[in-house]
């Protein structure tokens, strides 16, 4: 079983900046593909933002140019900094980790924008 544990949520003006972390556990970080999603009150969970093992990345439209995915091996850590956020990116947000062809979830942080 793998737990992620998410954090860094909160509620910020729009134009401001936040940035997620999360948690993964061991050394798998270097061998296990991470994403950051988001779902909206009443829409689908979507992807925001992917990195794979080998460090290629990969945006969703909506959040190209302001928000960054990374990890840090040491820390087994994954962030996403998300800056010049508007309202439309109000929701909670999840990590993901795709572990030897099994997916696993964080449980969640809330992240509001204030217009």
């Known amino acids: 079983q793998v737990q992620l544990v998410e954090s860094g949520g909160g509620l910020v003006q729009a134009g401001g900046s936040l940035r997620l972390s999360c948690a993964v556990p061991?050394?798998?970080?270097?061998?296990?593909?991470m994403a950051w999603f988001r779902q909206a009150p009443g829409k689908q969970r979507e992807c925001v933002a992917e990195?794979?093992?080998?460090?290629?990345?990969n945006y969703a439209d909506s959040v190209a140019g302001r928000f960054i995915i990374s990890t840090d091996n040491i820390r087994n850590t994954v962030y996403l900094q998300m800056n010049s956020l508007k309202s439309e990116d109000t929701a909670v947000y999840y990590c993901?980790?795709?572990?030897?062809?099994?997916?696993?979830w964080g449980q969640g942080t809330q992240v509001t924008v204030s217009s």
């Open positions: 990195i794979t093992t080998g460090g290629s990345t």
């Open positions: 993901r980790a795709n572990w030897r062809n099994q997916f696993y």
């Open positions: 061991g050394s798998i970080l270097n061998s296990t593909g």
